[in-house]
């Protein structure tokens, strides 16, 4: 006990002088602006909850790059297109890699969580073993199982929360509005990548994997919250003899509680594939490319799996059920989308991925909603491995740089009236995010997936549920607000209060009244839906059911 205080005393002074260094500067270059850190505290005690307000505050008052101590690292903020494209982009060998968690990323993850990884060999083996699944084409052979799971969900909402719909909501639910549809598209997202990585649906919102799905993320998201293990700020206690990191042990059972599902689900593949049984899906074809010839542990491999549907689902649905709270406080917007689909799709079938060519205001309303409420709320955290400069600023080695999302989407120069809900802006952006992303930095269309050799992977699966789904429901439904008891309509709160507090832009679950767009769409719901169950859809040639790939 004696040598951790004095270990945690030694740490504390370290940091105290560590804190106050300046960089040393080549000639001719100078340090990042900002605000004058504190002894020991940095300037965490200047960020605001959310922390988005201040950094944008403090881009307006900075620029395009300032710089925050945090911990033990130098942030480096980067608030514009140009400043991110050249050091994420064109910098990318040095600024690719992750910084140091002994607790969330060695304890927790025990190395293995993807997002965490340090850049190297391994993180490059695994990228590439995640690569086919997720290019366009990988992403597109999807398409069939988002369109299916699509018309589930329109079928749930019909069922579960409109006027004489089926479900078992309550009476007053369905008059005065019900925020059962926001855990509908959470099971979507959830479906989706878990037939995706393992072959497997996921038809009910309450079963057994979701909960330790969901069980394992929220363990993830308390451990990695600022602040919740100092180890994580005073990056030097990680070098401690393992015997004397005191979180190892109470943060053991987390790790085998990840270990035990993420293997569970991949020995059950596995023993599938040796019967000759196994369905269609990413792991299947990680294990036909030999990943232990490649160096990759079946730990790391059923992690890596793990990874995916971690870093898939909650994303994906808090973008979707912020473009449905935007859509419901903004009737004139929701009108003009369903205006666009009844007239290229009418009320006799709902809207496929062949339709989206002609429905450029609902891709339009996907990439606002990315740009109004980016998912991280404080930016995607990259890590130097060497100097870098961006004009005459200079980055040392073993810092943190960051994309500042909110700062670069809510600057009226790119974006003019940033806090205005305005998909028209997009009508001129007719691609995918993926190709702005490989573009000019100032033809972006938003930087909501991250940049360079970490952009997300999953970026073209995401955007496409998303339209899927949104397009789906605007053609079902309109979104009015909930009624209060005297039966007034209420106000939508779109403000930083309807999100939750944390690292990620999540809507509160929030009530809404959905109204089915008349009795012929009604029916059509139904027989789509039916159809549906009794054909399935086919994934990479095989079939796909109920309950999920038949094999
Ligand atoms: C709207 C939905 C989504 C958003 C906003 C989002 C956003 C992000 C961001 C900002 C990053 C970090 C990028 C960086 O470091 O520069 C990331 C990483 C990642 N995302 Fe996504 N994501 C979404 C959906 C998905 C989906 C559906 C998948 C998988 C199927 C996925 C898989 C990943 C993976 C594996 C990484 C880690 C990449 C790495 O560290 O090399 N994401 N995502």
Redesign the pocket.
């Known amino acids: 006990m004696g040598y951790l205080i004095q270990t945690l005393l030694f740490t504390v002074i370290l940091l105290f002088f560590y804190t106050r260094r300046k960089p040393r500067l080549p000639l001719g270059f100078k340090d990042a602006p900002g605000p004058p850190p504190l002894p020991l505290l940095g300037n965490a005690h200047q960020l605001s909850s959310p922390a988005h307000r201040s950094i944008i505050s403090f881009s307006h008052q900075y620029g395009e790059i300032f710089k925050l101590r945090l911990g033990w690292n130098d942030w480096y903020m980067l608030c514009s297109p140009s400043a991110v494209k050249e050091i994420?982009d064109k910098q990318s060998a040095h600024t690719s890699s992750?910084a140091p968690l002994p607790v969330a990323s060695k304890a927790l993850s025990g190395g293995m969580r993807?997002?965490f990884?340090e850049y190297g060999r391994e993180?490059r083996t695994l990228?590439g073993l995640?690569h086919r699944l997720?290019t366009p084409k990988g992403s597109g052979e999807f398409a069939g199982g988002q369109e299916w799971e699509g018309r589930a969900l329109v079928s749930e909402v019909l069922g579960e929360c409109v006027e004489g719909g089926v479900g078992d909501i309550r009476e007053e639910e369905r008059k005065r509005g019900t925020d059962r549809a926001y855990k509908a598209v959470r099971r979507y997202t959830v479906s989706v990548?878990m037939t995706?990585t393992y072959g497997k649906r996921i038809p009910e919102w309450e079963c057994d994997e979701v909960r330790e799905i969901y069980g394992i993320m929220e363990d993830f998201s308390k451990v990695a919250a600022p602040g919740a293990y100092i180890a994580d700020t005073l990056v030097p206690l990680g070098r401690l003899p393992t015997w004397m990191q005191w979180w190892q042990k109470p943060l053991k059972p987390l790790f085998d509680r990840q270990a035990r599902l993420w293997m569970k689900l991949f020995t059950e593949l596995s023993a599938k594939m040796e019967t000759g049984n196994a369905p269609e899906c990413f792991v299947k074809q990680v294990i036909e490319q030999e990943y232990e010839k490649q160096g990759i542990s079946v730990l790391q491999a059923a992690f890596l799996a793990g990874?995916?549907i971690e870093?898939?689902s909650e994303?994906?649905s808090?973008?979707i059920n912020t473009a449905l709270l935007y859509l419901l406080a903004n009737p004139r917007i929701q009108n003009r989308a369903h205006e666009e689909i009844s007239r290229v799709v009418g009320p006799f079938r709902s809207p496929t991925f062949a339709n989206e060519p002609h429905l450029p205001y609902i891709r339009a309303i996907v990439k606002e909603t990315?740009r109004i409420r980016?998912?991280?709320n404080i930016g995607?955290p990259?890590y130097t491995t060497a100097p870098v400069t961006y004009k005459n600023i200079h980055i040392p080695a073993n810092s943190v740089v960051c994309?500042q999302q909110y700062a670069i989407h809510y600057d009226p120069e790119l974006f003019p009236e940033p806090e205005e809900f305005r998909p028209e802006r997009y009508l001129a952006y007719p691609e995918k995010s993926g190709v702005y992303a490989a573009g000019d930095a100032k033809e972006r269309d938003h930087w909501?997936?991250?940049?360079?050799?970490?952009?997300?992977?999953?970026?073209h699966?995401?955007e496409n549920?998303?339209f899927i789904v949104l397009a789906k429901l605007i053609w079902g439904f309109e979104l009015k607000p909930p009624l209060d008891e005297s039966g007034k309509e209420e106000d939508v709160d779109t403000s930083d209060e309807a999100f939750m507090p944390g690292g990620n832009t999540v809507p509160k679950p929030f009530r809404c009244k959905w109204v089915v767009r008349g009795e012929e769409v009604r029916k059509t719901i139904w027989r789509e839906w039916e159809d549906a169950r009794r054909e399935g859809y086919l994934l990479r040639g095989e079939r796909v059911g109920v309950e999920g790939v038949v094999v």
């Not at 991250?450 to 992977?457: E, F, Q, V, Y």
């Open positions: 994420l992750r993807f997002l990884m993180w990228r995640g997720l990548i995706s990874s995916l870093a898939g994303t994906t808090a973008a990315m980016p998912v991280t995607t990259h994309i909501n997936f991250g940049a360079g050799r970490r952009i997300c992977s999953g970026l699966l995401a549920s998303m």
